[in-house]
């Protein structure tokens, strides 16, 4: 495989890696509730669907933004414990999307320089990267769990059968963005071989002519 066709493939990997980072950041569709109509019609309690910024409920379009600065004088210690998570989410993700502008930079430099060490920096760089992207799923993850748990200690079983609740798209944009990272990082390896290969080439050709 040539130099240049695994760096392009590395930076077209890296530009859908943080596509879908941003549109995963951008989008409500992390968490979904799904209520049974029954319930819906006798008992507050809508079908809604959540993002990292804000939660949507019911079919009207309605929204209430997750504050960041929230109060939480009134709120019990686990109360605490998931906000406190969700602040942790809410810089990671972002931070490793600005993080991955800086990586698109720099292996364009060291790909037009073909320079083994700027491509291997990089690499590294770009597989630091993931584990931004891979904590905060995680711990969004963990999150969402025991902010379930919670809602399992309030409501009846009874209830709970008519409730639905998964993980949605943006989710799954964001595990594919940690994925695609990994890839371009690989690549970014194979190309910094490729490179000091070139390079060990040419000394050697040189050294011979002469």
């Known amino acids: 495989m040539s130099f240049g066709v695994v760096v392009i493939s590395a930076g077209l990997l890296g530009l859908l890696s943080f596509t879908l980072l941003a549109v995963a950041v951008g989008t409500e569709y992390w968490y979904i509730i799904d209520v049974d109509q029954v319930i819906n019609s006798s008992w507050h309690f809508a079908s809604s669907h959540s993002g990292l910024w804000r939660i949507y409920e019911g079919n009207n379009g309605s929204f209430h933004d997750i504050s960041f600065y929230m109060d939480t004088s009134e709120f019990n210690e686990q109360e605490k414990y998931l906000l406190n998570l ?4 809410v810089i990671l993700l ?17 790909s037009l320089a073909r320079s083994y060490t700027i491509l291997t920096g990089v690499a590294v760089y770009f597989l630091n990267c993931s ?7 995680c711990i969004y993850v963990s999150y ?4 379930l748990e919670e809602l399992q200690q309030l409501l009846s079983s009874e209830l709970l059968a008519h409730i639905h609740m998964y993980f949605g798209w943006s989710l799954a944009s964001a595990c594919l963005s ?10 970014l390896i194979l190309a910094a071989r490729l490179a000091y290969r070139e390079l060990h080439h040419d000394s050697t050709t040189a050294f011979t002519m002469s």
């Open 86 to 89: 969700h602040r942790v989410i």
């Open 94 to 110: 972002p931070i490793s999307l600005v993080l991955l502008i800086f990586g698109g930079i720099f292996g364009l430099v060291g």
């Open 131 to 137: 584990h931004f992207t891979l904590t905060g799923v």
């Open 144 to 147: 969402s769990q025991q902010a």
């Open 178 to 187: 940690y994925t695609l990272e990994v890839a371009c990082g690989i690549l």
